[in-house]
């Protein structure tokens, strides 16, 4: 049993930043892989970002050099700073938790990048 709570979303103007984050909680041992997904409205649901057990991350290319994943495993959370941030990011933020095999998801955050 995993839960993740996603937290920090907002209104950014465009070029401006946000980090969010994902607390972990429950059975997190068995946890292999961390990700951040993000769905815009008529969009299917995205992977943006994930990192893995040994520390390897991956981008979606549309966020490379912009965003950037972490993991502080003292907290159980999981962090995605977003910089320089286009109205094209507008959408629900996920955190997804593989434990395994199977997949978790939290509530989703709104972020909206908009002048």
């Known amino acids: 049993q995993v839960q993740l709570v996603e937290s920090g979303g907002g209104l950014v103007q465009p070029g401006g930043s946000l980090r969010l984050s994902c607390v972990i909680s429950?059975?997190?041992?068995?946890?292999?892989?961390i990700g951040w997904y993000r769905q815009a409205p008529g969009k299917e649901r995205e992977l943006v970002a994930n990192i893995i057990t040994g520390g390897s991350t991956n981008y979606a290319d549309s966020v490379k050099g912009r965003f950037a994943i972490s993991r502080d495993n003292a907290k159980n959370t999981v962090y995605l700073q977003m910089n320089s941030l286009k109205p094209e990011d507008t959408a629900v933020y996920y955190c997804?938790?593989?434990?395994?095999?199977?997949?978790?998801w939290g509530q989703g955050t709104q972020v909206t990048v908009s002048s």
């Open positions: 429950g059975s997190i041992f068995g946890i292999n892989a």
């Open positions: 997804s938790a593989t434990r395994f095999g199977k997949p978790y």
